[in-house]
């Protein structure tokens, strides 16, 4: 089971590098292009750390063309936010299971659990229009 929410997909390709910076100038979508690979997310006015971020590698595909392998996983802002929720949570339960507090368990367990309820919903809402715009980015014609 995957406690990170991560997703991975494969994109026929069906346009060349130049045209791409053009393209992503006219989408909703922002980004860069750094040794072979793309890191793109959705453009907000408001910033949301745990929106997902989509990192594009090309690759060559046997049959006619490109393709391009999609990992969107969330942003290293959001991650690094859960980790310091989770860290913290799990210290302060661990103290109070020493210290004999045993009335606290439930408390910390339900924060512990609306932080990862905060980071898949808010992760997994996001996934699909992220898709859509790769795919209106890298597939001619839509």
Known sequence: M???PYFEEE????????SLGKRIKESKLE????KGFLKLQRKFWLSNPFRPVAICHYLAMETNGQGVRVIVR????????MFFWFGSLISGMVDALFSGVFAALPFFIGLILAGYALLMVSFWLEVPMLKRELNKLFVLGS
Request: charged letters at 20%; proline letters at 9%; glycine letters at 18%.
């Open 74 to 81: 969330p942003g290293a802002v959001g991650l690094g936010f």
């Open 31 to 34: 980004g860069r292009y750094a």
């Open 2 to 4: 995957k406690y990170i």
């Open 11 to 18: 994109l026929k390709v069906s346009l060349d590098e130049p």
